[in-house]
């Protein structure tokens, strides 16, 4: 159990390592564009805005990352709980798309990490 919950952990800081570079990287791109929905205009003037998300993302990604390398419960549940909740406010102000991408495998990660 403990294994199937690590590799739900690892594959959530994965997206969000993702979600880092298109957020930071490649937001003026067609490929960022596309996944947030973007036009090159609005990319363009919200390239700071995009960066900022991104190095959020990737602090959670290395929240979780921390909490696997250290075997750390609190770390995991903690940094867990951040991505489900940045989800759940994504998804009210943003995209509801965000719950998929998100938050239910943040919550499916959780509650292995819970019962391992």
């Not at 998300?53 to 602090?59: A, K, R, T």
């Amino acid at each position: 159990m403990i294994i199937i919950a690590n590799l739900l952990v690892a594959l959530v800081a994965l997206i969000h390592a993702y979600i880092l570079v298109l957020e930071m990287f490649l937001w003026t791109t067609p490929r960022g564009q596309r996944a947030f929905g973007l036009t090159p205009e609005f990319a363009r003037q919200t390239k700071v805005l995009g960066l900022n998300q991104g190095l959020y993302n990737g602090f959670l990604a290395a929240g979780l990352i921390w909490g696997l390398v250290a075997d750390n419960l609190g770390a995991k549940v903690f940094f867990l709980i951040c991505v489900a909740v940045t989800g759940i406010v994504g998804a009210a102000t943003a995209s509801r798309r965000i719950l998929y991408i998100q938050t239910a495998p943040a919550v499916l990660a959780l509650a292995f990490v819970l019962i391992a």
